[in-house]
């Protein structure tokens, strides 16, 4: 991801699923604001609820949205911060099909994690 864009053209959003399968979230989200304006996260609880764990586990993101579920906070977010580019990092087809609706760029989180060099949790499969 480095190189596509500079600092303060991005909002960034992570969804909770794709965090969860990071190695290191605290690392990706403080490496994700070297070319964003702003990092968010979302997920489909609530705002309180995804604070309280982002904040336990030490990841300190711009934003938190929640209570309207991924649409909703993807709109939400659109409005609230203007930048040239919006992109969300996600883990299954629902949201790229509702980030893309909404006018936002997808990335699966294998892609972006290829591009900034971030480590995947290993499955149990």
Do not use: C, H, N
Not at 54 to 67: C, H, M, Q, T, Y
Not at 72 to 78: C, I, K, N
Not at 93 to 113: F, I, K
């Amino acid at each position: 991801m480095d190189g596509e864009g500079g600092r303060g053209e991005m909002t960034l959003v992570i969804t909770v699923a794709a965090l969860e399968r990071v190695s290191d979230p605290e690392t990706v989200v403080d490496d994700a604001r070297q070319w964003s304006t702003r990092v968010g996260v979302v997920g489909d609880a609530a705002p309180d609820e995804i604070t309280t764990a982002l904040e336990r586990a030490g990841i300190d993101p711009d934003f938190v949205s929640g209570k309207k579920g991924v649409t909703g906070s993807l709109a939400a977010v659109r409005q609230r911060f203007p930048t040239d580019r919006y992109v969300v990092v996600g883990t299954d087809d629902a949201v790229r099909t509702t980030a893309q609706a909404l006018g936002w760029e997808y990335l699966s989180l294998e892609e972006a994690a290829a591009k900034a060099e971030w480590e995947l949790e290993t499955s149990s499969e």
